[in-house]
T-cell receptor, first 117, second 109 residues
Framework: GAVVSQHPSRVICKSGTSVKIECRSL??????MFWYRQFPKQSLMLMAT?????????EQGVEKDKFLINHASLTLSTLTVTSAHPEDSSFYIC?????????????FGDGTRLSIL | GQNIDQPTEMTATEGAIVQINCTYQ??????LFWYQQHAGEAPTFLSY??LDGLEEKGRFSSFLSRSKGYSYLLLKELQMKDSASYLC??????????WGAGTKLIIKP
């Protein structure tokens, strides 16, 4: 149980392109989903917390107009990197937590490796 | 402020036992989580502790002392595939996970 699917696994695109990443909880309902970014050999950095049916909460320094998050259902959250530039190249990982059970662990998707040329 | 401390890197021998320590300081506390992350992959959940004591899951065990703000992950019968980073994360009063930088574990034959 507790499977999280993230798609696509890898994206290579030109500078200025917008990229959409999907995160789905396959066998449980996730009231809360989380979006992380990780640069090589660095620790996980939380970008935003996504709550179903409400606006995402962004961490300090993360541009909400640059990283658009939508959590339209209890099983799907999307992250759109708008007008991506080479400095946005990174490993983006989503995680989901079972709805209404805050003490439950976060389960991670497989991540999306984004490369902007 | 909130802070998680764990060693940057550890080395151990195949078949041996290794203990990875983690100390935490958070605004409130709701649990301590351990994750494994292989290079280039996303983290996978290993275990979590809410109450003091030892939680055992096969070759992996995790211990928590809330009064000391301390946890450890114990890995027994080490295998080469256990080479990975091990992330310690404490859940604060807002149910947010505060992540450590991870301990890179190198297993030698």
């Amino acid at each position: 149980g507790a499977v999280v699917s993230q798609h696509p696994s890898r994206v290579i695109c030109k500078s200025g392109t917008s990229v959409k990443i999907e995160c789905r909880s396959l066998d449980f309902q996730a009231t809360t989903m989380f979006w992380y970014r990780q640069f090589p050999k660095q620790s996980l950095m939380l970008m935003a917390t996504s709550n179903e049916g409400s606006k995402a909460t962004y961490e300090q320094g993360v541009e909400k107009d640059k990283f658009l998050i939508n959590h339209a259902s209890l099983t799907l959250s999307t992250l759109t990197v708008t007008s991506a530039h080479p400095e946005d190249s990174s490993f983006y990982i989503c995680s989901a937590r079972a709805g209404g059970r805050e003490l439950q662990p976060q389960h991670f998707g497989d991540g999306t490796r984004l490369s902007i040329l | 402020g909130q802070n998680i401390d764990q060693p940057t890197e550890m080395t151990a021998t195949e078949g041996a036992i290794v203990q990875i320590n983690c100390t935490y300081q958070t605004s409130g506390f709701n649990g301590l989580f351990w994750y494994q992350q292989h290079a280039g992959e996303a983290p996978t959940f290993l275990s979590y502790n809410v109450l003091d004591g030892l939680e055992e899951k096969g070759r992996f065990s995790s211990f928590l002392s809330r009064s000391k703000g301390y946890s450890y992950l114990l890995l027994k019968e080490l295998q080469m595939k256990d080479s990975a980073s091990y992330l310690c994360a404490a859940m604060d009063s807002n149910y947010q996970l505060i992540w450590g930088a991870g301990t890179k574990l190198i297993i030698k034959p």
